[in-house]
């Protein structure tokens, strides 16, 4: 049972390059989001997704994009990634369940933009 | 979504129960009391989480107050793998799954 992967685990981009950070799930859950922490900080929210072809902007949207074409991916995408983009990035999934299920969170991929 | 407090920091002796508490008090009858930890700069872990009543599984305890406008996670017999940061969250039943983290409190546990 892999839970939820995220792929790569560390990442050094210069600044103006784009990536896409990649996050699956294998537990067909329906709401998969997007965090990230910088240093001595909380969990932000970046973007957010209920289901296949559907996702709405967290507290932090500015300077990425998503997609949800399946249920089981939900990737990330800096387009010009920036020095403030710099963090710790987390993905997570939720069942839909009752309202009141765990959510479960990748390990992580690590970001710095030079 | 309510808004949690919690201090920033605790220590605990290991083997002592470890009491954490969170401050919601603007918290709705539809909401739910969730706790998360974060070991160390890993995906934060689930603990527990309530509406009204008393919980306990296998890792925590979680305790609501009668007017729900505040919680205790107790931790009873705290390790050193204990140590992480908790989260206090609370989280609509209806909610999109998004989770909103405070700044949590850093629980160092001691030998």
């Known amino acids: 049972n892999a839970g939820v992967t995220q792929t790569p685990k560390f990442q050094v981009l210069k600044t103006g390059q784009s990536m896409t950070l990649q996050c699956a799930q294998d537990m067909n859950h329906e709401y998969m989001s997007w965090y990230r922490q910088d240093p001595g900080m909380g969990l932000r929210l970046i973007h957010y997704s209920v289901g296949a072809g559907i996702t709405d902007q967290g507290e932090v949207p500015n300077g990425y994009n998503v997609s949800r074409s399946t249920t089981e991916d939900f990737p990330l995408r800096l387009l010009s990634a920036a020095p403030s983009q710099t963090s710790v990035y987390f993905c997570?999934?939720?069942?839909?369940?009752?309202?009141?299920?765990?959510?479960?969170f990748g390990q992580g991929t690590r970001l710095t933009v030079v | 979504d309510a808004k949690t407090t919690q201090p920033p920091s605790m220590d605990c002796a290991e083997g002592r129960a470890a009491n954490l508490p969170c401050n919601h008090s603007?918290?709705?009858?539809?909401?739910?009391v969730y706790w998360y930890r974060q070991i160390h700069s890993q995906g934060p872990q689930y603990i527990i989480h309530g509406l009204k009543n008393n919980e306990t599984n296998e890792m925590a305890s979680l305790i609501i107050t009668e007017d729900r406008k505040s919680s205790t996670l107790i931790l009873p017999h705290a390790t050193l793998r204990d140590t992480a940061v908790y989260y206090c969250?609370?989280?609509?039943?209806?909610?999109?799954?998004?989770?909103?983290f405070g700044q949590g409190t850093t629980l160092q546990v001691k030998p």
């Open positions: 603007t918290i709705s009858g539809n909401e739910y």
């Open positions: 969250i609370v989280r609509l039943t209806s909610n999109t799954g998004k989770l909103i």
């Open positions: 997570a999934s939720r069942g839909q369940g009752w309202g009141n299920t765990e959510a479960f």
